[in-house]
């Protein structure tokens, strides 16, 4: 099993960038902080800098002014090549070479560190368990051309994993799978996530990918201003501004219902006891661990005013639809565990 790693932080301090002949600036005095195992997402819509400021900070783009700092060394005190090597870096469509085997794509970095080759083979092998290509064996010498879009993302993401960089940039990494698949690796990745702890900042213009996979989320207004930077929760019940309001939509409300669970909104009293057992009515039964959203989904296609809450098989005790509705407010804390 990989190592647990908290990684480093990642901070923006003052960045801005004008690319040759704009007038407008891509990224306008950006300041942000991406604490060491946080998982950020960079939203907004297209045009706002997203790319510019993920670019930055592997340089693949030039600072105008300010700095950006990993721990606490400014990405100018390195090289370029000895500052990509302690970034992992995955993009859309996986960005494997094609004429390399998985296992070649996955050993790329530590080919360049040296890594000798028993080591490869073990680090490799335990990569691919790590995103969940097993056994390992039936990978290794296959090439990106005969994996499914899903499988080449899960390589490209062990390949950025490999050398334990201690902060990871994303840029849509899962822009080009169909749902369900995008679904699938965006759950192994959030799992890997919270084994590995990496720092990690990801690129997407989906609101409902962030909702699900950020600690907190940094809104990015066109003219690269930053609009907001908070957890989901309270992105979604305080936005900043009628900006931020607009951008998450008219289903505000409803993204809210999908970051708590059932069983969150539970009290005691609803909590089995000697309430009146509704089974043999027409309230559906729901599991603890649904979201509010999926919940008030089945309630609502059960024309019921509630439901029986059950886990692991076992009746919990039951929910009103009052309750379903009824988003406690945010604590401030992270909300890491809840998937919409
Ligand atoms: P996003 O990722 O949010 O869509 P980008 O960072 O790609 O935004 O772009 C921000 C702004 O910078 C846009 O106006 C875009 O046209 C401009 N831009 C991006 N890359 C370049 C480039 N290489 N040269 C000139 N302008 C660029």
Redesign the pocket.
């Known amino acids: 099993m990989t190592q647990l790693s908290t990684g480093s932080s990642i901070t923006f301090d003052h960045v801005s ?1 004008v ?4 007038t ?1 600036p ?2 306008d005095s950006l300041d942000l902080k991406v604490e060491a195992g946080e998982l950020v997402c960079l939203v ?10 993920l ?1 930055l900070v592997n340089r693949l ?1 030039d600072l105008t002014s300010g700095d950006i700092r990993i721990g606490d060394r400014s990405i100018t005190d390195h090289s370029v090549i000895e500052l990509r090597r302690t970034i992992g870096y995955a993009i859309q469509q996986s960005g494997l070479f094609p004429h390399y085997t998985v296992a070649e794509n996955i050993a790329t970095v530590p080919t360049i560190l040296k890594w000798d080759r028993a080591r490869i083979r073990e680090r490799t092998a335990e990569l691919l368990e790590l995103v969940g290509l097993t056994p390992v064996d039936t990978w290794l010498s296959r090439y990106p051309a005969q994996l499914s879009g899903g499988q080449q993302q899960r390589v490209g993401i062990a390949r950025a994993l490999a050398a334990d960089p201690p902060v990871m940039l994303m840029d849509e990494p899962f822009g080009a799978l169909d749902p369900i698949t995008r679904v699938a690796v965006q759950d192994e990745f959030l799992d890997i996530h919270r084994r590995v702890g990496k720092t990690t900042l990801f ?1 997407t ?1 989906d609101i409902d990918e962030a909702i699900k996979m950020a600690d907190r989320i940094a809104i ?1 207004k066109p003219g ?1 201003r930053l609009a907001q930077f908070d957890t989901p929760a309270e992105v979604l019940s305080a936005p900043a501004d009628d900006f931020v309001a607009e951008f998450l939509g008219a289903e505000r409300g409803l993204k809210r219902l999908a970051l708590t669970t059932v069983g969150e909104v539970l009290t005691p009293e609803r909590r089995d006891a000697a309430g009146a057992d509704r089974a043999g009515t027409d309230w559906p039964v729901v599991e603890a661990t649904m979201t509010l959203r999926e919940a008030l989904s089945l309630v609502s296609a059960a024309g019921a005013e509630g439901a029986t809450v059950h886990e692991s098989g076992s009746r919990l005790g039951e929910v009103s639809l009052h309750d379903l509705v009824t988003v406690p407010t945010p604590t401030g804390e992270g909300r890491k565990g809840v998937r919409s």
């Open positions: 960038k690319y040759p002949g704009a407008n891509a990224l907004g819509p297209s045009g706002g800098g997203k790319t510019t400021a670019q783009v690129v213009h990015l690269g």
